[in-house]
């Protein structure tokens, strides 16, 4: 069964550095999503990308945040100069041509900020 | 935009009785609703769904419930077993607005007791 796979599974940083979570979504779907998990807490809705372009992101995606598909297969999202409350697991996920219907979920990235 | 409030946020049962999980949702114009089971430290992944042209859906043990008019969701998990145990989450996506983004609700973590 095709899957989203996401890269690091984990990842530990200092306060200040740019980090890029990598995510390659499964290969006929064409709606990109990254969603947070603070832990403990529920799922919340960062971005969603369609035809390589933001189709909406929340209050939380400020200008720290940006996603991009630099070579048609993987899909990144980068926080500029992380802060130590980005600390979460984050989760790519994919619909497909359609644009309606289940929602896939990578394993996650864990990023901690020290 | 939409807000998706889910109760309760803990539930203890006991091996075999049932479970009830309730969500509430604000967007009418959203038509679509899964419910996602995710195990401690792993993804969410997919358990039901429900269009909103359907009142009721069921899958061996899962049931969900929609009443359009109130906006309100039940999960329904009958014969409870201790692999049950995990924290649900109900979701809302509106697939009218073309951006279709998924909200989802707080969480509720059950606890089957053997």
């Known amino acids: 069964e095709p899957e989203v796979t996401q890269t690091p599974s984990h990842q530990v940083t200092q306060m200040g550095q740019e980090v890029i979570l990598r995510c390659v979504p499964i290969?006929?779907?064409?709606?990109f999503y990254w969603y947070r998990q603070i832990l403990g807490q529920k799922v919340e809705f960062l971005v969603s990308f369609y035809n390589n372009e933001i189709s909406e992101k929340s209050e939380i995606f400020d200008d720290q945040f940006s996603v991009e598909r630099p070579d048609g297969s993987n899909f990144t999202l980068k926080i500029r100069s992380t802060k130590l409350e980005d600390s979460a697991m984050y989760f790519c996920?994919?619909?497909?041509?359609?644009?309606?219907?289940?929602?896939?979920f990578g394993e996650g990235s864990r990023l901690t900020v020290l | 935009g939409e807000n998706v409030e889910q109760h309760p946020s803990t539930l203890s049962v006991q091996e075999g009785d049932s479970a009830v999980i309730k969500c509430t949702y604000s967007?009418?114009?959203?038509?679509?609703f899964p419910w996602y089971k995710q195990e401690l430290g792993k993804r969410p992944q997919l358990i039901i769904d429900?269009?909103?042209?359907?009142g009721e859906k069921k899958d061996q043990r899962i049931a969900v419930t929609l009443n359009k008019t109130a906006k309100h969701l039940s999960l329904h998990i009958t014969e409870t077993q201790p692999e049950d145990s995990a924290v649900y989450f109900c979701a809302a996506r509106d697939t009218t607005s073309g951006t279709y983004k998924y909200i989802f609700g707080t969480g509720t973590r059950l606890k089957v007791l053997a």
């Open positions: 996920a994919t619909t497909g041509q359609e644009g309606t219907g289940e929602l896939f």
């Open positions: 429900i269009r909103s042209n359907v």
């Open positions: 290969s006929n779907h064409l709606y």
């Open positions: 967007d009418s114009a959203s038509n679509y």
